[in-house]
């Protein structure tokens, strides 16, 4: 059987995947702070690890894989939101809005990212509800001397965990230059981070951790404690059976935005509170997303959320396929042109497989170049192959590894309407034909006929005018080369 290889950042090296237990593959990967819509960049992460759980399940078995990703539902970001509301005119107290805000905002999430096609994780804890597991954390890490407290705040001493930065591979030095330390009165260290900060009685909090004995006051926990609190109660203690060399799982996923300072940190503390266990023996972290070559922000009017895309009519599948035809840990351009491409391709098999049932065999192309670090553009590569040697059973059946062609997509694209730069070139190339027509330039009003059938493209003549619409068979790269080949 074809071993899954992943490439580890703590390492640095692509390895052979060797779960802890075969069983009980465990994996753990950071989600979203719920307080708006999850942007294009968001979705990422989801679709990647949506895949390597597939994946997974492919091998060890779908009752075999936990998979658990995360709900931050207390944040400053959230608190900021609230009051945002309440002074426009929300007239409940900030704690209600807050629930509200944070329900919404998962409601909002789920409904997206399964447009994307993408499984619900086995686990999806929200923070709150792990409070308990924090304090007791911290708790952990005093008794250790690994904490203080100032001004009501409880911060790590980054300085007495020795092996910090092994994970960006930057040394304690550097990062104190880092753009992303953040210097505070309160810190001992400008290097040192929080794990519990104070609340005031309007927002959510807590009665405090125990420190040097003193019950620190009202607050609510940071954000790096949430995750590795999460982790040890849901990923490691139910399989260490009380031995604290057990306390570890098989793979940590997340953005690569995310490996300084808030995997470090994750690193930092839990190895502090458990520093027999390993935490996770596998790192893996995506790259970020551009839009048309730049770096995507509001300010430059290209920030848009999965939700944008959905009403503009993208499917969710082609969203899908876009995030997934560049590898994860390269940087992903998204394009206008990608968007048009992979909806044509999909298009294409969706005609060529419409009545094919799924083949019972995975292609074992498809499968290997997948595991092999979870190269999703060579899968891509491998399913065009399928689809051009017309083993077409077996195409619908690879596909469903990756998340496509799946039957939840079909209803999307029956409803899809066709791409405003696609519309804008049909009508350029119709008023070509009507030129060329007048001119008794035959050639090129036949090229043009013939050309909008080949690419998927009914063109009826009427007293009125003409009348166009598209098959199942629209292909937008076809559509393209016939334009550049008549200019």
Same mark, same amino acid.
């Given at each position: 059987?074809?071993?899954?290889?992943?490439?580890?950042?703590?390492?640095?090296?692509?390895?052979?995947?060797?779960?802890?237990? *075969?069983?009980?593959?465990?994996?753990?990967?950071?989600? *979203?702070?719920?307080?708006?819509?999850?942007?294009?960049?968001?979705?990422? *992460?989801?679709?990647?690890?949506?895949?390597?759980?597939?994946?997974?399940?492919?091998?060890?078995?779908?009752?075999?894989?936990?998979?658990?990703?995360?709900?931050?539902?207390?944040?400053?970001?959230?608190?900021?939101?609230?009051?945002?509301?309440?002074?426009?005119?929300?007239?409940?107290?900030?704690?209600?809005?807050?629930?509200?805000?944070?329900?919404?905002?998962?409601? #909002?999430?789920?409904?997206?990212?399964?447009?994307?096609?993408?499984?619900?994780?086995?686990?999806?804890?929200?923070?709150?509800?792990?409070?308990?597991?924090?304090?007791?954390?911290?708790?952990?890490?005093?008794?250790?001397?690994?904490?203080?407290?100032?001004?009501?705040?409880?911060?790590?001493?980054?300085?007495?965990?020795?092996?910090?930065?092994?994970?960006?591979?930057?040394?304690?030095?550097?990062?104190?230059?880092?753009?992303?330390?953040?210097?505070?009165?309160?810190?001992?260290?400008?290097?040192?981070?929080?794990?519990?900060?104070?609340?005031?009685?309007?927002?959510?909090?807590?009665?405090?951790?125990?420190?040097?004995?003193?019950?620190? =006051?009202?607050?609510?926990?940071?954000?790096?404690?949430?995750?590795?609190?999460?982790?040890?109660?849901?990923?490691?203690?139910?399989?260490?059976?009380?031995?604290?060399?057990?306390?570890?799982?098989?793979?940590?996923?997340?953005?690569?935005?995310?490996?300084?300072?808030?995997?470090?940190?994750?690193?930092?503390?839990?190895?502090?509170?458990?520093?027999?266990? =390993?935490?996770?023996?596998? #790192?893996?972290?995506?790259?970020?997303?551009?839009?048309?070559?730049?770096?995507?922000?509001?300010?430059?009017?290209?920030?848009?959320?999965?939700?944008?895309?959905?009403?503009?009519?993208?499917?969710?599948?082609?969203?899908?396929?876009?995030?997934?035809?560049?590898?994860?840990?390269?940087?992903?351009? #998204?394009?206008?042109?990608?968007?048009?491409?992979?909806?044509?391709?999909?298009?294409?098999?969706?005609?060529?497989?419409?009545?094919?049932?799924?083949?019972?065999?995975?292609?074992?192309?498809?499968?290997?170049?997948?595991?092999?670090?979870?190269?999703?553009?060579?899968?891509?590569?491998?399913?065009?192959?399928?689809?051009?040697?017309?083993?077409?059973?077996?195409?619908?059946?690879?596909?469903?590894?990756?998340?496509?062609?799946?039957?939840?997509?079909?209803?999307?694209?029956?409803?899809?309407?066709?791409?405003?730069?696609?519309?804008?070139?049909?009508?350029?190339?119709?008023?070509?034909?009507?030129?060329?027509?007048?001119?008794?330039?035959?050639?090129?009003?036949?090229?043009?006929?013939?050309?909008?059938?080949?690419?998927?493209?009914?063109?009826?003549?009427?007293?009125?005018?003409?009348? #166009?619409?598209?098959? *199942?068979?629209?292909?937008?790269?076809?559509?393209?080369?016939?334009?550049?080949?008549?200019?």
């Amino acid at each position: 059987m074809t071993k899954i290889k992943l490439y580890n950042t703590k390492t640095r090296t692509k390895e052979d995947f060797v779960p802890i237990d *075969p069983a009980n593959v465990r994996m753990y990967v950071c989600g *979203p702070t719920v307080y708006d819509r999850a942007h294009i960049g968001n979705a990422r *992460p989801v679709v990647v690890f949506d895949t390597l759980f597939r994946l997974l399940r492919h091998v060890y078995g779908h009752n075999a894989v936990r998979y658990v990703r995360n709900f931050t539902d207390v944040d400053d970001k959230i608190n900021a939101r609230a009051s945002e509301m309440k002074s426009k005119g929300d007239a409940r107290d900030l704690k209600a809005i807050i629930r509200e805000l944070t329900d919404q905002t998962i409601a #909002w999430y789920h409904e997206d990212m399964e447009a994307l096609g993408t499984l619900r994780p086995t686990d999806e804890p929200r923070a709150t509800e792990y409070i308990a597991e924090m304090i007791a954390m911290i708790e952990k890490l005093d008794q250790g001397g690994f904490v203080y407290e100032s001004e009501g705040n409880v911060l790590f001493r980054v300085r007495e965990y020795k092996k910090y930065g092994q994970l960006s591979g930057r040394s304690v030095d550097d990062m104190m230059s880092g753009a992303r330390v953040e210097p505070a009165s309160y810190k001992k260290d400008p290097l040192d981070f929080v794990l519990w900060k104070p609340s005031t009685e309007d927002l959510p909090g807590w009665k405090g951790p125990l420190i040097d004995r003193k019950r620190v =006051g009202r607050g609510r926990p940071g954000w790096h404690i949430e995750c590795s609190a999460m982790i040890d109660k849901l990923l490691m203690q139910p399989y260490a059976e009380g031995d604290p060399k057990k306390m570890s799982f098989d793979i940590h996923g997340g953005g690569l935005d995310l490996q300084f300072p808030h995997h470090e940190n994750e690193i930092a503390q839990s190895c502090c509170a458990n520093p027999d266990g =390993g935490f996770a023996n596998v #790192w893996m972290h995506n790259e970020m997303i551009q839009v048309e070559g730049k770096k995507m922000s509001k300010s430059l009017g290209n920030f848009f959320t999965v939700k944008d895309l959905l009403n503009q009519g993208i499917p969710g599948e082609v969203i899908r396929f876009v995030l997934l035809s560049t590898h994860y840990r390269s940087p992903m351009d #998204w394009t206008e042109k990608k968007v048009a491409e992979a909806d044509a391709t999909l298009r294409k098999w969706r005609a060529l497989t419409k009545d094919v049932e799924a083949s019972d065999i995975m292609d074992p192309t498809v499968f290997s170049v997948l595991a092999d670090d979870l190269n999703t553009a060579g899968a891509i590569a491998a399913l065009h192959a399928l689809a051009s040697s017309g083993e077409l059973a077996t195409l619908k059946k690879s596909a469903e590894l990756l998340g496509l062609l799946l039957p939840e997509f079909d209803m999307a694209f029956q409803s899809k309407t066709i791409k405003q730069l696609d519309e804008a070139r049909i009508l350029r190339l119709l008023e070509l034909r009507k030129k060329s027509r007048s001119e008794k330039k035959f050639e090129v009003s036949d090229a043009i006929r013939n050309g909008f059938s080949s690419a998927g493209i009914d063109v009826k003549d009427t007293p009125e005018g003409w009348e #166009w619409s598209t098959t *199942p068979a629209f292909d937008s790269d076809v559509l393209r080369e016939l334009e550049e080949s008549l200019s």
